[in-house]
């Protein structure tokens, strides 16, 4: 066993084409570190919607060059086999460790195998590389990024020639692709041949920035602004300042992109202690609300005064004002979010006369759903201008919730005060979230087939009326690993347990509705929202063993 693990090990480090990884494994060789080498030969990183994502390191359970040249190999050879050999592919990248590399290394692979590429200017927000797809109609775009990960992740996001995030079956076939690369010595790597873009493309984005807007709204909302070590500054100060907003003030500690993110323990605003920084700032300048993106800046998050301080909306608070928003700015078309979030936005959208629709978790079947006009999920992602970027997107959604505050703000109003008459109109939803980050998979495997072994019955002293298993389907979604519970009573409590795509974590998202009759009710019916949103939570902890 220990002489195959080295075998294979050193047949790795023949081929790893990158001095630094090369270097790594060749010192956890030499040393001997059998359960270091183990951890990392265990098996591959494995290709699925979600792309690639892990740690970066050497071998092939981590993200590393070798592992980045044989997903590009994959998916050049499905786009040959789809008949698109010819077309072009477009690379951006974020400014995490590695991520200038894997983005070369890619375009390097696609002109090898025949097909054109061409590389965003310098680490850009994701947003531009989707709207860069349809906008130069190429067959398919790569994202260099891990979005709100830990410093040492680093990952792989495909989008097709639509612009949106691969689903089932391209990514088995892709997968499947990869799997036939025997050797990197197969993989042809081209020297030269592809296009780095100019600032253009950026600018035709910006351009596009600009239609989210009412052409004469007010544009008077003064916004802290934090990019969290991220890409997202540069191009969110532009669009604010072609729209006519005041200029953002910056969290100046997080302004400038760093892949070490060293103020942050997880650099994700919806993190403990990662919006401490943002609140100080505003503490200091006052300004009407604060807006946070993620690294790559395709999430937005938003936080409002709050008794003498600050306070984060959830995301399903900001995604029902945006609806709101686009209800009162005359939108037409279908309404769509994820069935983790709130069913606010089916109320909102059924006031309206509009089409509502649940997808499963993710942007990739979000985009999808047809004559989308605005998509959202509770990870604080909306897609608000989908004819030009059909993935969430960061930048203009911060866009709109400015115009939002702006336009409240002429009527001495605030988000806060459009969230009461929300509830009010259509019922206090009242959202929550149980997430357990773990560093052994198993415990996530353990908790879920704990819960389908013995479904809870009960879960704050309410009977659990429906309990469905979502890895069966449903008659409006394709499987998935999930579980969903409806309570009974009045408050129409709702659970939705389910692995995140993305991260080591458990998610259990947590919903509560409690009728309001008036404005006067609001406060006791968010204490009866909390208490029982409380108890779900230590309920739920208990059956499922975390």
């Not at 080498?37 to 892990?54: K, P, S, V, Y």
């Not at 310098?122 to 709100?148: D, K, M, N, W, Y």
Request: charged residues 25%; contains cysteine.
């Amino acid at each position: 066993m220990t002489q195959d693990l080295i075998a294979r090990a050193n047949a790795w480090l023949a081929e790893d084409p990158d001095g630094e990884t090369r270097e790594e494994l060749a010192k956890l060789i030499e040393s001997q570190d059998l359960d270091e080498l183990a951890a990392r030969f265990a098996g591959t990183l494995q290709f699925g919607t979600a792309g690639l994502r892990g740690e970066l390191g050497a071998g092939p359970m981590r993200m590393n060059r070798a592992i980045v040249i044989r997903a590009a190999a994959g998916l050049a050879g499905y786009l040959k086999a789809k008949g698109r050999g010819d077309g072009l592919v477009v690379i951006g990248y974020d400014a995490r460790y590695k991520s200038a590399d894997f983005a070369r290394d890619t375009a390097a692979v696609m002109v090898g195998a025949g097909l054109r590429a061409a590389v965003l200017p310098r680490p850009l927000p994701t947003p531009v590389l989707a709207f860069a797809i349809r906008q130069l109609g190429a067959v398919a775009g790569v994202e260099v990024t891990a979005s709100h990960n830990p410093p040492r992740d680093n990952g792989y996001k495909v989008y097709l020639g639509d612009g949106s995030q691969i689903v089932p079956p391209a990514d088995a076939e892709i997968a499947a692709e990869i799997a036939a690369v025997a050797s990197l010595d197969d993989v042809e790597r081209a020297a030269e041949g592809w296009e780095t873009l100019g600032d253009e493309i950026v600018e035709a984005y910006l351009a596009r920035t600009d239609a989210v807007l009412a052409p004469s709204s007010p544009r008077t909302a003064r916004v802290v602004y934090t990019a969290m070590h991220g890409v997202g500054k540069d191009v969110l100060t532009a669009a604010f300042a072609r729209a006519g907003f005041p200029a953002p003030v910056l969290v100046e500690e997080q302004a400038e992109p760093d892949p070490a993110f060293p103020t942050v323990a997880f650099p994700n605003p919806e993190e403990p202690g990662a919006m401490d920084l943002a609140f100080a700032a505003a503490r200091r300048a006052q300004p009407d609300i604060i807006i946070a993106n993620d690294p790559d800046a395709d999430r937005c998050a938003v936080a409002v005064p709050h008794e003498d301080d600050w306070r984060m909306l959830r995301g399903d608070e900001v995604g029902a004002l945006l609806a709101a928003h686009l209800v009162h700015k005359g939108a037409t078309g279908a309404f769509a979010e994820s069935i983790v979030s709130s069913s606010l936005l089916g109320r909102i959208a059924d006031a309206a006369g509009l089409r509502h629709e649940e997808t499963l978790t993710g942007f990739k079947w979000i985009a999808r759903v047809e004559g989308l006009r605005y998509g959202y999920e509770e990870a604080l992602g909306y897609c608000v201008d989908p004819e030009g970027v059909r993935d969430k997107d960061g930048i203009t959604a911060a866009l709109l919730v400015a115009e939002l505050a702006s336009e409240l703000k002429e009527h001495d109003r605030t988000l806060t005060d459009l969230l009461d008459d929300l509830a009010v109109a259509h019922g206090l939803h009242a959202t929550d979230q149980l997430s357990v980050r773990v560093e052994d998979l198993s415990v996530i495997a353990d908790a879920m087939r704990t819960l389908r072994e013995q479904p809870p019955a009960r879960l704050a002293g309410l009977q659990v009326v429906t309990a469905e298993d979502l890895t069966r389907g449903t008659e409006a979604l394709p499987p998935t690993d999930g579980l969903r519970y409806y309570l009974e009573g009045e408050f129409k409590a709702r659970v939705i347990v389910r692995p995140s795509g993305t991260e080591p974590k458990l998610k259990c998202y947590l919903e509560v509705v409690v009728p309001v009759a008036d404005a006067s009710e609001l406060s006791t019916a968010r204490e009866s929202a909390t208490r029982i949103l409380s108890a779900i939570k230590t309920d739920l902890a208990s059956a499922a063993g975390i």
